[in-house]
Nanobody
Framework: QVQLVESGGDSVQTGGSLRLSCTVSGYIGRVTYMAWFRRQAPGKEHEGVAAIEKDGRAHYADFAKGRFTISQDNAKKTLYLQMNNLQPEDTAMYIC???????????????????WGQGTQATVSS
């Protein structure tokens, strides 16, 4: 089992920045991918934001390229998402996910991940 706890969400104005963190614990030896998803309203599907492979290779959704950066600190067992130039449409619950195997639907598809945190809310006002 893998446990994920997010933090860092806040309310900012348009153009502002946030750094989200996801602390990982449990049996992480088999984790191959970690990712950030977002859900912009209850009941809506999880939208892939960024993912990072065990070797550090990063993948981004088109809307995140150039503004968001995913990184990991293996010593601290923490995943980060640096978000710059935030816009109102970035308002969402941001959720950390981990994969250690199972069905594969793509690096930014929710179906590929088996472990999920509770999320941290980011709100961007104009």
């Amino acid at each position: 089992q893998v446990q994920l706890v997010e933090s860092g969400g806040d309310s900012v104005q348009t153009g502002g920045s946030l750094r989200l963190s996801c602390t990982v614990s449990g049996y992480i030896g088999r984790v191959t991918y970690m990712a950030w998803f977002r859900r912009q309203a209850p009941g809506k599907e999880h939208e892939g934001v960024a993912a990072i492979e065990k070797d550090g290779r990063a993948h981004y959704a088109d809307f995140a390229k150039g503004r968001f950066t995913i990184s990991q600190d293996n010593a601290k067992k923490t995943l980060y998402l640096q978000m710059n130039n935030l816009q109102p449409e970035d308002t969402a619950m941001y959720i950390c996910a981990a994969r250690d195997g199972g069905p594969w639907s793509g690096v930014l598809r929710a179906e590929s991940y088996g472990y999920w945190g509770q999320g941290t809310q980011a709100t961007v006002s104009s």
